[in-house]
Every structure is written in C-alpha cells, then in structure tokens.
C-alpha cells in the first residue's frame, strides 16, 4: 500500500472544514488488554535485609540491562498510579542482566521478591541464572532454576519466593540473569514491581 485516501464525505458544503487526523494506524484485531490502576503494595522489610533490584521503595542496586538483545519481549517504563513499573509486552521470554562487578551475591538472602500483574498470562516463569566462581556464562560451573506460577489475572500477585525453591541453584553468589518468561507464547504482556532478594531475620520476620 503507498496510498491512504480519505473520505469525510459527498455532502455539499457550504463553508470550508478544517479536519485533523491522528494515530493513522494497521493492527490485528481483537480487545483491548486491561491495565493496572492500583500500585503494587509497598514492601515493609528493613532496607539492611535487602538487596532491591527495582522498587521505589529501596535504593537499588546497579542492574546492566532490563531486556538483553537476545530477549523477545518489548519493555516499557511506566507508571501506575504514581509507582515506577517495568511492563513486558507481546512477552516469549526476557533477560534481564546484572554481570561483571555488578552480579548478585544473595549467598545471605532467604528470599527472592516479585509482583507481578497480568491481564492474560496463564503460566508466568522465573529463572536465577548463577554464573559461578568464574564469573562468567558457560564457563561450565553455571547453575541455574525455573520456576512456574499461574497468576491471578488483573491483580498483583505478590510472589516471596524461598531460595531453596531453586533446587538447581546451588551457588548464589554470583547471580547475573534474571529470565521472565509466560504464557501464552508471545502475547502475554506482564506488569512487574518490587523485584528484590531478602534475608529473613529473627527480628525482621514480618512484612513482605
């Protein structure tokens, strides 16, 4: 097509019209994805006890990218009611990477943290990627996990997820891929908030 041609139409005209168009678009069919109106909850757990990637409620640590090149997602920062969120569209899978000096050591962390909110993922998945003692991929002493959820459409689904849930994460002191993946395949889009590990204390022992 080299050509869009339009028609207000045939009536006679008694004075000129001035018409503006906006937003001249194709796309497929179908509705329109709800979105979040409500921030995810506001974690309670003491900053000392946290290591936050992304949340408005810590300072976080440096994370090198929120979606690798070798992703299939679309990313875009946002907010919801007045809380910086991190939406994956049209979601396969995604990396997210914190390497080199920046790599995660939650070898004193109990808990990773997540919300999550979607209006159409059936299975939503969370793999830690450990690049172990050598600091670096596929050095042969790599560990990783996944994890499956099936999240409650179009509300926050707070996830305080036991480290020791990642059975095959046998190392954690060199942590460097975050991986989202969901289903369906490639339509999925995923609201995420609050994504943090944390060390459960004998005084620190409530909260999210």
């Known amino acids: 097509n080299d050509q869009i041609i339009i028609f207000p139409d045939f009536q006679a ?12 678009t194709f796309s497929a069919g179908g509705t ?17 006890n946290v ?5 408005n409620a ?13 992703s299939a997602a679309t990313l875009t920062d946002m907010q919801v009611a007045g809380n910086d969120v991190k939406k994956y569209s049209s979601l396969d899978f995604v990396g997210i990477e914190a390497v080199g000096p920046n790599m995660i050591n939650a070898s004193t962390m109990d808990r990773f943290n997540i919300d999550v909110w979607t209006p159409n993922a059936t299975t939503f998945k969370v793999k830690l990627v450990d690049f172990g003692p050598n600091a670096a991929y596929g050095g042969g002493d790599d560990k990783e996990h996944e994890i499956a959820f099936n999240p409650t459409a179009n509300a926050w689904n707070v996830y305080n997820i036991p480290l020791t849930d990642f059975t095959n994460l046998t ?9 989202f993946s969901a289903l369906p395949t490639g339509t999925a889009s995923v609201y995420i908030d609050n ?14």
């Open 51 to 55: 290591i936050s990637l992304f949340s």
């Open 13 to 24: 005209r008694t004075t000129d019209n001035v018409c503006y168009f906006d937003n001249i």
């Open 171 to 179: 190392t954690k002191s060199h942590i460097a891929q975050i991986i």
């Open 32 to 48: 329109t994805l709800a979105e979040p109106t409500t921030a995810a909850p506001t974690p309670t757990r003491l900053a000392a």
């Open 58 to 70: 810590y300072t976080n640590v440096t994370v090198d990218t929120w979606r690798t090149g070798w």
């Open 195 to 208: 994504l943090s590990k944390k060390f459960i204390g004998k005084i620190d022992n409530v909260g999210k």
